[in-house]
């Protein structure tokens, strides 16, 4: 497909009424909110028998043969949408065992073609001879995506990463974005709580990122704990050297400041970023409006999913009823099924409290110094420094087991659920924080103790045995070190 300038004039005419029918539903429009729910999408990786990258994503679907699967960027990733499953009671128990069953069975179908099923932030027996344009997966929107990333560039992209062991390479399509596989928690809310709720969850991005890395690895270095998250922001910028020296805006991003509405992050897709993908449909948001139809608001939500916001803003019909939610996108997919319940419930315990303080957090803080915790997190994981009101810049273990896993629990009691589930999942975040065993450190002391002069071998070794130990549903803290 080829856009010509008659295509991006239309296409931005019509993002703008989308976004004029957007605030008008904001101050007229009755939107859903019904009692929470856990929402979540898994992206994972898809290996060989050796533990080496399997392009067979294709394969592997026709297999699986569920709605609820579908591809991703690259051949050797598929990506998994759990339904949301009410948080009350023993709302987590039900949502890990839906996602045990659905994985265990996808993993069945996959063996078959020759594919096992990985949930790691970044899988590490990836070479970068496995990402290049011809490992792209077949959708014909990721090539398309692909050229429009590049036109806008003008040259290759330029992948750079200090670190233990620093990458420094070139890469001539979108394909290393394939590496990076996350967890998403999705959280409904009303537009009037919106802007406290993503505020809040902007607040603790880097809290959850050093609790969580599991991304230490890439193409053999051993880089950042969370590498996933460098590797995301520059393998999709569309911006050469010169525009980033101007200050031009990435399009994966954190933010700049906290906002008072989510219509000021719609606004800010609209001023700062141009169409990648300027495709128009016929419905007129205004007319559909007029007439008592829910409009979809098609080309304002194809635009957001083009600007990879770290907590994206959500807007979606279902059943001719709008809803909005928050996106939370900082955390990687894995290590096991148990860790990522324990994630969630991080989350959602935190996002139950924080919103709704006397003194928000985020009036407390600059934007800047929550755009710092993150990629600090990011690198040094449960050993980085991280700044909290009223605490000062401590260490992240501190900060969590002091400050926010007391507020996580008190959220998921407010939540309705039940104790014992509360206990077992908070309880494996508290651990984590208390052994310094994330999914990056085991990762990096199972390589040392596998050792030898071949490290791609010794990465192949503990990608098994960290299948292994993924499908005990033991939570990675108790993993033993070869």
Avoid at 101 to 130: K, W, Y
Avoid at 323 to 332: K, Y
Avoid at 360 to 375: E, G, I, K, Q, Y
């Amino acid at each position: 497909m080829v856009f010509n300038r008659e295509d991006r004039r239309r296409y931005r005419d019509k993002v703008r009424r989308c976004l004029d029918v957007f605030a008008q539903m904001l101050r007229e429009s009755r939107f859903a909110f019904d009692r929470p729910k856990a929402g979540l999408e898994i992206e994972l990786n898809l290996v060989d028998d050796r533990g080496e990258p399997a392009m067979k994503n294709a394969e592997v679907l026709a297999e699986i043969a569920e709605p609820d699967w579908a591809t991703e960027l690259g051949q050797f990733n598929v990506e998994i949408n759990v339904l949301p499953e009410s948080l009350e009671g023993d709302g987590f128990v039900r949502l890990e065992k839906v996602v045990r069953d659905r994985l265990n069975h996808a993993e069945e179908r996959s063996h078959t073609v020759g594919g096992h099923m990985v949930m790691v932030g970044v899988l590490p027996t990836l070479r970068e001879s496995d990402v290049h344009e011809g490992t792209l997966s077949a959708n014909p929107r990721y090539k398309l995506l692909n050229e429009q990333i590049f036109e806008a560039r003008g040259e290759d992209l330029h992948l750079v990463i200090e670190g233990e062991e620093p990458l420094d390479t070139y890469a001539d399509s979108i394909t290393p974005e394939a590496a990076c596989t996350s967890l998403q928690l999705h959280l409904q809310v009303s537009p009037a709580a919106f802007a406290a709720n993503w505020n809040a969850a902007q607040a603790i991005a880097g809290a959850q990122v050093a609790v969580a890395a599991n991304s230490p690895f890439l193409f053999g270095r051993r880089l950042w704990q969370e590498t996933r998250l460098p590797l995301f922001e520059e393998a999709t910028d569309t911006r050469p050297v010169e525009l980033k020296t101007q200050g031009v805006r990435p399009r994966v991003w954190f933010g700049e400041r906290w906002i008072t509405s989510v219509f000021d992050l719609f606004e800010e897709n609209t001023r700062y970023f141009p169409a990648l993908l300027p495709i128009c449909e016929d419905a007129d948001p205004h007319e559909e409006l007029a007439r008592g139809v829910t409009p979809e608001l098609g080309e304002l939500t194809l635009h957001n999913g083009t600007v990879y916001r770290w907590n994206r803003p959500i807007y979606a019909v279902v059943d001719g009823t709008p809803h909005l939610r928050v996106e939370n996108r900082v955390l990687p997919a894995g290590p096991s099924v148990v860790d990522v319940t324990a994630n969630a419930a991080f989350f959602y315990g935190l996002m139950r409290m924080l919103p709704y303080a006397e003194r928000p957090v985020w009036t407390r803080m600059p934007f800047s110094t929550a755009a710092d915790n993150l990629h600090v997190a990011a690198r040094y994981g449960q050993e980085a420094r991280l700044y909290w009101p009223g605490l000062g810049e401590v260490a992240a273990t501190e900060l969590v087991l002091r400050r926010l896993l007391p507020l996580a629990y008190e959220g998921l009691d407010l939540w309705g659920v039940n104790p014992e589930s509360r206990d077992r999942l908070l309880g494996i975040i508290e651990r984590r924080c208390a052994t310094g065993r994330t999914g990056a450190r085991w990762q990096i002391e199972a390589v040392n103790a596998l050792g030898g002069p071949d490290r791609h071998e010794a990465l192949r070794r503990m990608t098994l045995r960290y299948i292994e130990h993924m499908h005990t549903n033991e939570p990675v803290h108790t993993w033993p070190v070869p």
